[in-house]
C-alpha cells in the first residue's frame, strides 16, 4: 500500500513538471510570432495558411494566387495548392503541385508528408 501511494505521488508530481514545462514553451513560441508585412511573399503565405484553417479555403486558393502571381512559383505556394487541391480530393493537381513543391525545396516536410 505504502509503495502504491508514493509511486502515485511520484507520478503525479512528473505530470504537472510536464505540464508546466508544456505551458512554459507554448508562451514562449507566442511571443517570438510576428504576424509577416502586407504585400510580402510570407504574408500570402500566412493569411492563406490561416484561412485554410478556418475553412475558408477559396479565399485562401485566392490568397495563394495572389501571391503567386506577385512573386513566382515558391514552395510554400506550391505547398499550398496542393494541400488546397488534396482537400477537394483532385488527387493528380494535389500531386503536382507536391513535387513541385519539392523540386523548389527539398527540405520541405509536408509536402513529402502528404506524398506519401
Known amino acids: 500500500m505504502r509503495y502504491k501511494i508514493l509511486t502515485i505521488a511520484i507520478l503525479f508530481s512528473a505530470v504537472l513538471t510536464s505540464t508546466a514545462q508544456n505551458t512554459q514553451n507554448r508562451e ?4 517570438k510570432y510576428t504576424p509577416a ?7 500570402y503565405e500566412q493569411q492563406a495558411r ?11 486558393r485566392k490568397m495563394v494566387e495572389e501571391g503567386y502571381d506577385r512573386y513566382g512559383s515558391l514552395s510554400a505556394y506550391n505547398e499550398l495548392l496542393g494541400t488546397y487541391w488534396f482537400h477537394f480530393k483532385d488527387y493528380d493537381k494535389a500531386r503536382f503541385y507536391f513535387i513541385r ?16
Open 28 to 31: 514562449h513560441l507566442s511571443r
Open 37 to 43: 508585412k502586407e504585400g510580402t511573399a510570407a504574408y
Open 50 to 60: 490561416a484561412l485554410f484553417k478556418s475553412g475558408r479555403w477559396a479565399e485562401g
Open 101 to 116: 513543391s519539392i523540386k523548389d525545396d527539398n527540405g520541405n516536410l509536408q509536402s513529402k508528408t502528404m506524398l506519401m
